[in-house]
């Protein structure tokens, strides 16, 4: 027999001092300390140790590797090669709810964007996050891929690669990298053997023989699948990729074996005789107080939840009824963390106006709940409406309808499209602190006179003539600062990844010579 929780048995210490302590304890006091010495026995949780099972599971694991190098922004498939591979994969991870899915994207450098997971969701918001307009490296390495793929922890590596080739030749070295590291190429072919002439900024591209450049599919990628064992796909149009998926569907499912330890509990043993005992004890009007130690202690022993967790949520949902939204948030924060206990104080902080807060905790919860994550979004587009960021209210809106049907945030959508409201700045905060309200104003009625007098002397922002430069060379840093504000803010709404992600795609661009 052992004891799976037996550090709890350092309870019977104080518990043994605080008996010595009694003078004279009488007969029900005994029996309460009985009752509580098995109690606290049974929290331990004595079990019989079983032998090692084997559990048998079915796994399906791919990996995804789309092209984000320059060439595949050519339309010979439409809209563009790079958009129809991204409709692609969604509509494949779509069709495969229960596999798990890693994305790469890859150029001459190979980025994860999205770790293993079964989350549709997460995947297709990683995927949506990636820019190519933030990559600056425009070739096609599929050697570095391989690598970057073999690095990885798998067995067996099922790579679906979305591509157009580059211009990739080394086919012997590819197919002894797939070999060695059991990786496993399902080639879907993003181009045509016409091809497209590749354009940037509305020119063509040309090389440096002033020759237009066209880029067509790179039959190399035949080769490389009869090499590797693989299976090649042609995606012209978004049904194509049914074929691969119906692949993967009649695909050999690998099994795979996992040696799990078991035990007999044997807890009910200990509370039967701490039951007994307590009943036994509990026989005085005064000696009902120990009624609430056994009570607390028979809760589910598995349970995440604190001793005192029933009260702080008895107290939190009494001040949330009477709108004092402030002690409701902080009672639900003495609860112990779960998802319930964030969205109480995601919507305790919205209540009270606290709306930065209340987008803190709400994207601090990680749920599978389609609905609550519905919620979640929801809730998260109305605090944003309420911060006036109108483009990220529109984008979770979004989110929420592509979950569920939710008639509120189909009109909230809506209604703002109707508004067409635009984000506010304060622009007081962006200005220098050692500036008055006064000497702003004067600088704004400086800035007007500038632009209406063409050739006039710029006036003093601080009233004193003498020191009319200092004046306008504050005014100046203001804009420069406001100016860089604006970059910044509007930096950060645009893309996801940060500039750490994009630098190791972008590694190495500058020796890049004719990448098309």
Known sequence: MTLLNAWVLFGLIPIYYIYKKHTTPNKQTKLLYIALFFMILTVARPAYENAYVKENFNSHEYIIAVDASYSMQADDIKPTRYILAKQAIKKLIKEHPKDRFTIFAFTSSTLLISPPTTDFEISMMALDALNPKYILTKSTNLKNLFTTIAKLPMKHKNLIIFSDGGDERDVANLAKIAKKSSITPFIVATATKRGAALKKDGKYVKNLHDAIVISKINPMLVDLVNATKGKYYQLKTLDDIETLSDDLKTEQTKKASIEVKTYKELFTIPLLFAILFFFLGVTKFAQKIFIFIPLLLLSPINSKAGILDFYYISHAKQAYGEKNYKESATAFRQISPSTKSYYNIATSCYKMGAYKKAIIYYTQIRTKDKDLKEKIFYNIANTAVKLKKYNKAKEYYIYALALKEDKDALYNLNLLRKLHLKETKDVSKMMPKNQSNEEQKKQQKSSKAKKKKSG??????????????????????????????????????????TYKAYEKINKGYTDEKEPW
């Open 456 to 497: 006039s002397k710029s006036k003093n922002s601080s009233g004193n003539s003498s020191k009319s430069g200092s004046g306008s060379a504050s005014s100046k840093k203001s804009k420069q600062k406001i100016k860089r504000y604006k970059t910044s803010k509007k930096r950060k709404g645009t893309y996801k990844f």
